[in-house]
């Protein structure tokens, strides 16, 4: 795997980053933000390719976590990633969040007051939890296999959970 497998990650509310880290120069943080912005309103993962790099989203609540990778990495290593930081965040904020809310990207008009939201402020968390990034990303980068079996194994659940949805459903038994 190249050394800038994984090389920018944040994690925002709505179009508000609240945390990021990157090891690398470059403009990943502008292009990240504008494809945050175009990021569809009914998606719960998402990928835009630019330059030899994927833009991979995952949205979850009111967030939304991204790592840009470099093209050889694929998407199965950094979606693994993405809901490592997405669970660790979860666990250390998880009181503060509340109830899951609408779509983080849809428009509902309502003036929330930004002072009072730790999760309102852009940057806001950028100390407090980008080192926390850098911590996965480098357990990612320096663990390709494992997080690439862990990743596997994931999408194999979540198949089976579905065909016996299915079955479920055809059958009518509940």
């Known amino acids: 795997m190249s050394q800038r497998g994984l090389i920018y990650s944040f994690v925002a509310k709505g179009t508000v980053v609240l945390a990021e880290y990157t090891a690398f120069s470059g403009n ?4 990240a933000v504008q494809c945050l912005q175009k990021l569809p309103s009914n998606s719960t993962k998402h990928t835009y390719s630019c330059d030899g790099h994927t833009f ?3 949205v ?6 991204l790592v840009v990778a470099h093209e050889s ?4 290593i950094p979606f693994a990633f993405l809901e490592r930081l997405k669970d660790d965040f979860k666990r250390i904020y998880g009181a503060r969040i509340g109830i899951e809310g609408p779509h983080p990207l849809a ?3 309502d003036d929330d007051d930004l002072f009072g939201d730790t999760f309102g402020i852009a940057y ?10 850098k911590e996965h990303m480098e357990y990612c980068m320096s663990h390709p296999d494992e997080i690439s079996k862990i990743s596997k ?13 299915d079955n479920i459903d055809k ?4």
Not at 28 to 31: A, D, P, Q, V
Not at 124 to 133: A, H, Q, T, W, Y
Request: proline share 2%; aromatic share 10%; with cysteine.
């Open 107 to 109: 428009d509902e008009d």
């Open 153 to 165: 194994i994931k999408a194999q659940m979540t198949e089976v959970k579905g065909i016996m949805m």
């Open 124 to 133: 806001n968390l950028d100390k407090e939890f980008g080192p926390r990034i």
């Open 28 to 31: 990943f943080s502008t292009i």
């Open 171 to 174: 059958d009518g038994c509940l």
């Open 60 to 65: 979850d609540s009111s967030f939304v976590f």
């Open 56 to 58: 991979n989203f995952l």
């Open 73 to 76: 990495v694929g998407r199965g």
